[in-house]
């Protein structure tokens, strides 16, 4: 079993959607849940990360983490074109941990 | 965050040579720097992990042989692809890793491409 699983997708939606990411993962130990975003040919950004379960929103992005459920999520409110990337979430304890990444296109 | 740079962006070069990549952090001290190679469409993969001073920690399945890593400096790390071939085709990036309190943070460098003809 992956410590981390991602649907790769891809996602496909109209400018305006919201558009939700989600990732699972096995390892209870970690503590940090990450979502980086990547424009192709190049390195990832950090979008946001969380700690621990709850909510977090900056501007149009909210992450969510579910530490019961082994489950984290990523909702983009009034999708632009410029959102169109591949989105990874990651996840650390001692180690680092990325998902497959999701490709999303948002067209306008 | 940090600033991370990569050199050179991209890179072509004969099968049976080898290509240095390297990999800058511009704002802060990085003891911890990491390289991950991406193939189109797949996610990151770890290759290794470069602590300055010390020999890098690989991954199972990476030859430390043919991915020679170093990191002479708190702000400069090395890959270097000995004798490349055109698997070795990819896009290598490097992160480092936040400091004192963010240690939980990455901060990726733009990437390198590499085509082995």
């Known amino acids: 079993q992956k410590e981390v699983e991602q649907d790769p997708g891809p996602l496909s939606v109209p400018e305006g959607a919201i558009v939700s990411l989600n990732c699972t993962y096995s390892n209870s130990a970690f503590q940090y849940f990450m979502w980086y975003r990547q424009y192709s040919r190049k390195g990832p950004e950090l979008l946001m990360y969380t700690y621990s379960s709850g909510n977090k929103e900056d501007g149009r992005f909210t992450a969510q983490v579910d530490k019961s459920s082994k489950y984290i999520s990523l909702f983009i409110r009034d999708s632009q074109p410029s959102d169109s990337a591949t989105y990874l979430c990651?996840?650390?304890?001692?180690?680092?941990?990325f998902g497959t990444g999701t490709s999303l296109t948002v067209i306008p | 965050g940090a600033v991370v740079s990569q050199h050179p962006s991209w890179v072509i070069c004969k099968s049976g040579t080898s290509v240095k990549i390297e990999c800058r952090s511009l704002d802060f001290q990085a003891t911890t720097m990491f390289w991950y190679r991406q193939f189109p469409k797949q996610s990151l993969m770890l290759m290794a992990t470069s602590n300055e001073g010390s020999k890098a920690t690989y991954e199972q399945g990476v030859e430390k042989d043919k991915f020679l890593i170093n990191h002479a400096s708190l702000t400069l790390s090395t890959l270097t692809v000995t004798s490349a071939h055109p698997e070795d085709s990819s896009f290598y990036i490097c992160?480092?890793?936040?400091?004192?309190?963010?240690?939980?943070?990455?901060?990726f460098g733009p990437g390198t491409r590499l085509t082995v003809t």
């Open positions: 992160s480092v890793r936040g400091d004192r309190d963010r240690t939980y943070e990455q901060y």
């Open positions: 990651a996840m650390s304890g001692n180690q680092f941990y």
